[in-house]
């Protein structure tokens, strides 16, 4: 299984940005996908995560009502769409995945940076 994420970039305080995450296997529905992130200095921390299907994803609660994580299992792709951006939300964002079951995220991808300016 691989993961690829894209989407990053630089946004001003208050934009949006939407990243994506490519998973590659022929059977996407057996795998969830979460987000993670990390800042420098900083140690990796969950930002959300989905399902088999686009119902009750999780959200850290400093993300929760500003951040959506959806999935479209006919093109094996999960998004993360982040409004509402703040400076401290500037970090590598990751996407990785477990199997449906499992807890532990085991396929990691490379990371996609996001700069949130003031």
């Known amino acids: 299984v691989e993961l690829a994420e894209s989407g990053g970039g630089r946004v001003q305080a208050g934009g949006s940005l939407t990243l994506t995450c490519v998973v590659s296997?022929?059977?996407?529905?057996?795998?969830?996908v979460g987000w993670f992130r990390q800042a420098p200095g900083r140690e990796r921390e969950f930002v959300g995560g989905?399902?088999?299907?686009?119902?009750?994803?999780d959200y850290a609660d400093s993300v929760k009502g500003r951040f959506t994580i959806s999935r479209d299992n006919a093109k094996n792709t999960v998004y993360l769409r982040m409004n509402m951006l703040q400076a401290d939300n500037s970090a590598t964002y990751y996407c990785?995945?477990?199997?449906?079951?499992?807890?532990?995220?085991?396929?990691w991808g490379r990371g996609t940076q996001v700069a949130v300016s003031p």
């Open positions: 990785a995945g477990r199997l449906i079951g499992y807890r532990g995220y085991a396929w």
């Open positions: 296997t022929r059977t996407f529905t057996d795998y969830g």
């Open positions: 989905i399902g088999r299907i686009n119902t009750r994803p």
